[in-house]
């Protein structure tokens, strides 16, 4: 009973090398070598030569499992048995190899017969055909070259047709505005309540701001002065002491002194001029008066005399100065508190990537002291103008729009039919916090507004379409692309067939080219 043989299962990419690698593992056995299921390998006579001579010399018996033609006829020649599966293998008798399988150069016949002097031989061999024989042979050829061109026309019709087919599909554009609410508690998106996150940012800065002051303080610079005539009333002298007072009787009085003693003769009617100046009361602008105004003496000199300015007087003067106030201090404060709001601003704008936005109703001083302003001057002090520097920390809420582009992008889709898609090329956003965002009122709460537009298209697959018109008319074509595919209104699909003149879709659907063309943007 012959012993069990040993398998050596072959690869694709085994070669002689491997396979005398495997062998030198075994000894006077027997190795049953299987081929592949699918491709081939050893195909050359050679490669069976030498791995023959392995196994001769590691006393193995050798066969081999192939379906292989050319390397069954190589190994019959090489006296190595071939088995169509293993169960046959198992149950066949293994022939003993060849030894030696070449002849070499040596061992060759001296009188080796050339073969122009076996012609003679071989034309008594093989008798000459018949006429019927040979027209037998030419109706045979004639036979195969009909079913050769039968079956090549056959096969162009199948594999040389092909097709190119254009469809426009459905393009509409959607838009849509959503309202989006900023949430610092919220940790992500909540797309079906359009709540998106945000983020504070805050940031330390200093300016400083000027403002006139308002309040006004009349300050006197120079006193009227003129001079007044003195009429005796009496027959006896009188004297006028310096600093005998007279005053105007229209409207507010005007009091002015006399600055010199005067000495007035006595007799009814008889006159005096005396220098007057305005008293402080009356200092400034007020103690410029017209002629004819001043005819009131006050004091006991009254019953004595009369009085009147024959000129006017002239030389009063009053000068205004400024004055901080209240007013003052409050104003300087809002005008650095607004500058500081517009810095920051700018200051954090430049920090922030081009999908984040910062909202403006949130731009608010965060942090302020004392210790942080210095004003120029205080309440009541006289100058012209007021100055603060100060110092704070401005608050506001950050926002990335890429957060709220999601939202508007999920209104969007959900204007979309089955079998339609959004093309991501023409996907647009407007609006956006920067422009709308403000703080509701009502609420409280922090919201924007932000828009989207986009194009919508019929989906096409191409497979199917090719799986639909293999092997129809142009005609049956047509009207399916138009009855099954939702097509541009207005334009019709284009189908170009090749050869021309052809009027069938191709048999095979990928000889089918499907092209899909964009319309424009309505």
Known sequence: MATKADYIQLENADDVASIRDRLSFLRGQRVLLIWPEEGTILTRKLDLVLIQREAMRRAIRLALVTHDAEVVRHARELNISTFETIGAAERGRWKRGRGKVFTNRFQRPKEEPIPEDLKEVASRIYAEESEREKQWRRVRRLIGAVVFALVAVAIGYVLLPSATVTVTPATRRVETVADIT???????????????????????????????????????????????????????????????????????????????????????????????????????????????????????????????????????????????????????????????????????????????????????????????????????????SLTLSMKAVVDAVLVDEQFAQQVVLAQLTQQMQAGEIIKPETVTFDLGCESTGRIDPATGQIVFQMGGSAMITAQVDAGQVQQQLAGQSLNDATASLVTNLRLQQGIAPIISLWPEGFDRMPLLPFRISVQVQNTTTP
């Open 182 to 384: 900023v949430s610092p508690q919220s940790l992500g998106i909540d797309i079906e309540n359009r709540i998106i996150p945000s983020s504070p940012i805050s940031i330390q800065i200093d300016d400083n701001g000027t403002v006139e002051a308002t309040g006004i303080q009349s300050v006197e610079d120079e006193t009227a002065a003129g001079s007044v005539v003195f009429i005796n009333k009496t027959a006896d002298p009188v004297t006028i002491p310096a600093g005998t007072v007279v005053t105007t009787s229209a409207g507010t009085p005007i009091q002015f002194r006399t600055t010199t003693e005067a000495n007035l003769a006595g007799g009814e009617g008889l006159q005096i001029e005396v220098p007057i100046e305005a008293l402080q009361a009356s200092a400034g602008l007020a103690g410029n008066v017209d002629s004819g105004t001043i005819n009131t003496v006050i004091g006991p000199m009254a019953d004595s005399v009369d009085v009147r300015n024959i000129a006017a007087t002239a030389g009063g003067a009053t000068r205004t100065q400024r004055v901080v106030t209240d007013t003052d201090m409050q104003t300087v404060l809002a005008i650095v508190k607004q500058q500081l709001q517009t810095r920051a601003y700018v200051e954090m704008q430049s920090r922030l990537t081009d999908k984040q936005c910062i909202i403006l109703d949130t731009i608010k001083i965060g942090e302020e002291r004392d210790d942080w302003k210095t004003y120029s001057a205080q309440v009541g002090d006289v100058d012209d």
